[in-house]
């Protein structure tokens, strides 16, 4: 399927699904900006409440702990907060302050989280699109549909973290199906990563879109069974008659 952008009569079509589900991040919007930031805004919080971490660990240095944790407690890979407020929990600790700012310092955190920059064509395609399917997100990381401002173009935010098991474990796509109420051959699930996203709804018997922002459909690799792939959601819009 061409990414370019073809004549009406030439755009590619997609047999309509019955519902959609959608990737959060790099899908709707870049993610690793708004974590660079919220990072940020978290240092400044450490700078004013508990100096001494702030001076011991910089952005990098709290991410890099923040990873260590990650590796030590791979049974928490479903839940990056849980990742996020133990590292802090840990870097006060080290730098001798109040291991219970933890809590307060992760909620400043994951305020910032949630100012995400949408990709320009995200908002407009996703309203189209909510006006003939059901939308239901399955992310594997900790967006508030709320706070980011998309909580009404959604049916639901099923997450990792709350849901117990990430993608791609087919469990958390057959939850999505089963909240839509659709069979899964019924549901097309759209997300930028090639695994977790494509081949992880594929395995589950989802149908599947590679949002392959910057690319083409050229070079594409072959998975176990056909997907789709679109560079922005405008001409996954198009495609799908919206």
Known sequence: MTASN?????RPR?????????????TLWPIWPTIERAEQVLHDWLGQHAPA????????GLRALRNEVALRSPEWAHDL???????LREALSRAGDDAALAEP????????????????????????????YPLIAVTNGNSDL???????????NISASRFGVAKPDPRIFHAAC????????????????????VT???????????????????????????YHVFEDLDRLAIALGC
């Open 6 to 10: 073809p004549p009406e009569s030439a």
């Open 14 to 26: 997609i047999d309509p699904p019955r519902a959609l589900s959608f990737d959060l991040d790099d």
């Open 53 to 60: 971490t702030a001076d011991r660990f910089d952005p990098a």
């Open 81 to 87: 907060s849980r990742m996020r407020r133990e590292s």
């Open 105 to 132: 310092a992760f909620e400043v955190f994951f305020e910032a989280r949630q100012q995400v920059v949408l990709f320009d064509d995200a908002r407009a395609a996703l309203e189209r699109l909510a006006q003939r």
């Open 146 to 156: 709320a706070r980011v401002g998309l909580d009404g173009l959604f049916q639901e």
């Open 178 to 197: 089963e909240r839509l109420g659709e069979a899964p051959a019924d549901v097309l699930h759209v997300g930028d990563d090639l695994v977790l996203d």
């Open 200 to 226: 992880g709804a594929l395995d589950a018997g989802l149908q599947a879109v590679w949002l392959r922002r910057g690319g083409s459909a050229e070079g594409a690799p072959a998975l176990k069974a056909p």
